[in-house]
């Protein structure tokens, strides 16, 4: 995970007004019987799918979260595998962590039990469980930022006989490559920390995607289900593709400790402008996928 990610997603976590942002998360594929089960500051909208959607979750059964933000899916997944069963967060963050411990409490329908968090760097394998313990292994947004190489066959490993990995991802499409007008501008935003204003607003939105195809930390469709199979699992799939109905509405607001207050106006301007060209939908989409150990 770059640097740069790292800071925004650090950001993110300590940013306490972001929350219950549920137009967001119902595009991503969450339904309202869903959000309605969770505390309003689970519900921050930065998914790229609904894994848990795409799980047959039951009583009894054990679930880990790669990458667990603030616990969005630990608890609906916990809510699922009750009574007896137990869904674990892992998150490199300890303020994502400490959050999403806030919000497994504030759930009132959760047994205390059903949850468990952990601060763990899911790239720096190997996880602290034992050979075949997860009956799910899922992720959201985080599997693109680890190296595949390495994390599969450890998931492979924690995951039953006849277990199931199930994870969302933006996804390059495969016709499409970014403008480079716009390339250029998202890679002088990285290189010169220039970060949206932590808020959950869309044009945020679009601009934090356009840095995952920069960084080329978006996934490839073929490529991922091929390094399943190598891996071991059997009949991995794209089980659920959701397009985002995304479009620059609404002004950026960018901040840069690296720049003067004209110099950031300016580039600010001129991403706007650049942004307002282009289709974000026409580069990416968000996949579930989902693979069984045999």
């Not at 674990?88 to 999403?100: H, N, T, V, Y």
């Not at 919000?103 to 059903?114: F, I, Q, R």
Request: glycine share 6%.
């Amino acid at each position: 995970m770059s640097e740069y990610i790292k800071a925004e997603y650090g950001a993110l976590a300590k940013n306490e007004l972001i929350q219950n942002n549920r137009a967001s998360m119902l595009a991503s594929g969450y339904t309202d019987i869903q959000l309605d089960m969770l505390p309003p500051k689970a519900i921050m909208g930065i998914a790229c799918g609904n894994p848990t959607s795409a799980s047959d979750l039951q009583p009894g059964m054990k679930l880990l979260d790669l990458g667990c933000g603030v616990g969005t899916d630990v608890i609906l997944g916990g809510l699922k595998v009750m009574p007896g069963g137990l869904s674990i967060g892992l998150d490199f963050l300890p303020e994502m962590i400490k959050r999403a411990k806030a919000c497994a409490a504030e759930c009132t329908a959760l047994d205390e039990s059903a949850t468990d968090f952990y601060v763990q760097d899911i790239g720096l394998v190997k996880y602290d469980f034992d050979n075949n313990f997860f009956d799910y292994v899922i992720s959201n947004c985080c599997i693109c930022l680890v190296n595949q190489n390495k994390v599969f066959p450890e998931v492979f490993r924690v995951l039953k006989p006849g277990g199931n990995l199930v994870f969302s991802e933006e996804a390059y499409k495969a016709e499409a490559s970014m403008p480079p007008e716009l390339d250029k501008l998202i890679k002088e935003a990285i290189d010169k920390k220039i970060t949206p204003i932590s808020n959950d607003s869309v044009a945020s939105r679009i601009f934090r995607i356009y840095v995952a195809l920069a960084k080329n930390n978006a996934i490839e469709k073929e490529k991922m289900l091929e390094l399943l199979r190598q891996t071991g699992f059997e009949s991995p799939q794209v089980v659920h593709e959701t397009p985002q109905l995304l479009s620059m509405s609404e002004p950026l607001e960018m901040e840069s400790d690296r720049l003067s207050d004209s110099e950031l106006q300016e580039y600010t301007r001129c991403l706007e402008q650049t942004l307002k060209k282009f289709d974000v939908n026409d580069y990416m989409t968000f996949v579930t996928i989902k693979a069984q150990k045999s």
